[in-house]
């Protein structure tokens, strides 16, 4: 017996479309003038960070695939559609950062060991371009990221886009200023080093939902003391919970009622529908009632 169903669910990712295409074109405007910046000053630290916002578009490009997969209807076949492609990409999105932060590494070791001539000024001046873009699109994705892991994987991308600017900005002036250009390669370690706990933690969030784990915010314990305080209740056991995508929680448990309950399923069924919903935001829960004994026949595998 079951309440709620799998259909109909607008995910976190969906109603944050039209920030990432905003945030998308941003990115490749922001790519093609640093593209133009590094040719023009000669600046390999330009074309590192034209190349990470390039690379950083193409996941933005892919949170807006996983989107339009994840909108699709269910079907026999899949029966809570694909909303599960925004969570395979955070976690690609993930693995792409840490790409990222070994290329920028690797690119910073190999210039402390041979410095090349930058043009300081020019640096400066398309890198304060990139950085005002990308903080644009901070604010446009700021709502989304505490949403949906997705748009958070963007958030992400786009704040290691501006940190780099930021970076370039900072090592532009020294080199302008002073002109020790291995400035730009110890702020490019900086960025990496702040960038890799970010995408740690994106790509453990996007494993825990994989893997099926109980939504972070709930505790399966008051969950089941709740149900065991609603009328005709007698005992909740097979309870679990877990997350399809961001924003979409649901459950299922066996649910022990006394007899005298059991003749009115159907308003019970609404009532414990409710509980859930009201108290602990899950709109899909499958629960089946079952009189006092019935566990004895089940063989359950958790209590």
Same mark, same amino acid.
């Given at each position: 017996?079951?309440?709620?169903?799998?259909?109909?669910?607008?995910?976190?990712?969906?109603?944050?479309?039209?920030?990432?295409?905003?945030?998308?074109?941003?990115? /490749?405007?922001? $790519? %093609?003038?640093? #593209? !133009?910046?590094? =040719?023009?000053?000669?600046?390999? *630290? &330009?074309? @590192?960070?034209?190349?990470?916002?390039?690379?950083?578009?193409?996941?933005?490009?892919?949170?807006?695939?996983?989107?339009?997969?994840?909108?699709?209807?269910?079907?026999?076949?899949?029966?809570?559609?694909?909303?599960?492609?925004?969570? /395979?990409?955070? $976690? %690609?999105?993930? #693995? !792409?950062?840490? =790409?990222?932060?070994?290329?920028? *590494? &690797?690119? @910073?070791?190999?210039?402390?060991?041979?410095?090349?001539?930058?043009?300081?000024?020019?640096?400066?001046?398309?890198?304060?371009?990139?950085?005002?873009?990308?903080?644009?699109?901070?604010?446009?994705?700021?709502?989304?990221?505490?949403?949906?892991?997705?748009?958070?994987?963007?958030?992400?991308?786009?704040?290691?886009?501006?940190?780099?600017? &930021?970076?370039?900005?900072?090592?532009?002036?020294?080199?302008?200023?002073?002109?020790?250009?291995?400035?730009?390669?110890?702020?490019?370690?900086?960025?990496?080093?702040?960038?890799?706990?970010?995408?740690?933690?994106?790509?453990?969030?996007?494993?825990?939902?994989?893997?099926?784990?109980?939504?972070?915010?709930?505790?399966?314990?008051?969950?089941?003391?709740?149900?065991?305080?609603?009328?005709?209740?007698?005992?909740?056991?097979?309870?679990?919970?877990?997350?399809?995508?961001?924003?979409?929680?649901?459950?299922?448990?066996?649910?022990?009622?006394?007899?005298?309950?059991?003749?009115?399923?159907?308003?019970?069924?609404?009532?414990?529908?409710?509980?859930?919903?009201?108290?602990?935001?899950?709109?899909?829960?499958?629960?089946?009632?079952?009189?006092?004994?019935?566990?004895?026949?089940?063989?359950?595998?958790?209590?």
């Amino acid at each position: 017996m079951g309440a709620g169903h799998g259909q109909g669910h607008v995910t976190a990712g969906a109603t944050n479309r039209g920030r990432l295409t905003v945030v998308l074109l941003m990115m /490749l405007s922001v $790519a %093609a003038v640093q #593209l !133009v910046g590094a =040719v023009s000053t000669g600046s390999l *630290a &330009l074309l @590192a960070d034209a190349g990470h916002t390039a690379t950083d578009s193409v996941g933005v490009l892919l949170a807006l695939v996983a989107v339009w997969i994840a909108s699709r209807p269910a079907c026999t076949k899949r029966t809570f559609g694909y909303q599960r492609a925004e969570i /395979l990409a955070a $976690a %690609a999105n993930a #693995l !792409v950062l840490f =790409v990222l932060c070994a290329f920028i *590494a &690797l690119e @910073a070791v190999d210039r402390l060991r041979e410095p090349r001539p930058v043009a300081g000024q020019g640096m400066v001046a398309v890198a304060a371009f990139g950085l005002v873009m990308n903080i644009a699109a901070l604010l446009v994705l700021r709502r989304g990221q505490r949403e949906s892991l997705n748009v958070r994987g963007a958030y992400l991308e786009v704040m290691g886009d501006a940190l780099s600017s &930021l970076g370039v900005i900072v090592g532009g002036l020294l080199i302008w200023i002073t002109g020790w250009e291995r400035t730009d390669s110890v702020i490019s370690l900086a960025i990496a080093a702040i960038v890799v706990p970010r995408a740690w933690n994106l790509l453990r969030e996007a494993v825990h939902v994989l893997l099926e784990a109980t939504p972070r915010d709930m505790d399966l314990d008051e969950v089941r003391a709740h149900l065991l305080r609603q009328p005709g209740v007698v005992d909740v056991h097979d309870l679990h919970a877990w997350t399809i995508t961001s924003g979409v929680p649901v459950m299922s448990a066996h649910v022990v009622v006394s007899e005298d309950h059991l003749v009115d399923a159907g308003r019970m069924l609404d009532e414990l529908r409710a509980c859930l919903a009201g108290h602990f935001d899950v709109e899909h829960s499958t629960l089946q009632l079952e009189p006092v004994g019935h566990a004895d026949h089940e063989n359950a595998w958790h209590e």
